[in-house]
């Protein structure tokens, strides 16, 4: 589903990543991690086309992910969910519009939106805030508002950049449920985190990244 073939990246001058190989099959649940600086976050925007390779092959689907053409950077997106810092949401929108949103670019019917939007914030434990707007909202509600909106497509591909970074533990084992339950109905997911609670016992493949480089995977 995904794979990396001798994937490099620079800023400026400095090598980020180097000569990356990886390959992540369909319905996998993999995760990433390594010390601060270790290019984790840089790893996952490339494969959501947010930032370019300079080197290197990457794949995604039926996607060569550094080679797109204008018409297909959107096509992408709408295969991957994304939880990613940068990636905040829309603080004219109210917290239902901010999750419909997806499903509304996917050519959803309103009626099927809300069944769909609604079962999503119960989940999180959010239905009461669902006419609220984000900026009223704390920061691991907003976080789980985002983690909704990521999942609510049922994307095949869910990318996760420190998902639990503003959440309490409990809330955190509560959202690794949720993902485990994406996993299990077929997404594949690529989670980039420092809590290892997220993947200790899971049985699942950690890779850690330091200084660009694949240093070592193992078994969570
Ligand atoms: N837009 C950018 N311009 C220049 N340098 C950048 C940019 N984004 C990241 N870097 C640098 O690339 C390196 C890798 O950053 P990245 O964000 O991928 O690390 P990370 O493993 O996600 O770290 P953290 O655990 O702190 O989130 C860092 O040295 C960072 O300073
Ligand atoms: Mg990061």
Redesign the pocket.
């Given at each position: 589903m995904i794979t990396f073939r001798n994937v490099s990246k620079y800023?400026?001058d400095e090598p980020?990543l180097k000569n990356i190989d990886l390959a992540i099959g369909k319905g996998e649940m993999v995760f990433l991690t390594?010390p601060?600086?270790?290019?984790?976050?840089?790893l996952l925007k490339l494969l959501y086309a947010a930032e370019l390779p300079d080197g290197g092959e990457i794949l995604l689907g039926d996607f060569n992910v550094g080679q797109l053409s204008h018409a297909e950077v959107p096509l992408l997106r709408r295969s991957i969910g994304v939880v990613f810092q940068d990636f905040k949401l829309l603080e004219n929108l109210t917290v239902y519009d901010n999750v419909a949103l997806a499903l509304r670019i996917r050519g959803r019917k309103e009626k099927e939106i809300k069944g769909i939007v609604l079962e999503a914030l119960k989940d999180i434990h959010l239905r009461h805030k669902v006419e609220s707007y984000p900026p009223t909202l704390s920061g691991g509600e907003q976080q789980r508002v985002v983690i909704a909106r990521a999942m609510v497509s049922e994307p095949s591909v869910l990318l996760a950049d420190?998902p639990t970074g503003n959440l309490d533990p409990d809330t955190s084992k509560y959202v690794a449920r949720l993902f485990h339950e994406a996993n299990i109905h077929g997404t594949t997911i690529l989670i980039?985190t420092?809590n290892r609670e997220l993947y200790k016992n899971t049985g699942k493949r950690v890779i850690r990244?330091d200084n660009g480089v694949i240093i070592g995977e193992e078994i969570g």
């Open positions: 800023y400026e980020v390594g601060t600086g270790a290019g984790k976050s840089t420190e980039a420092h990244l």
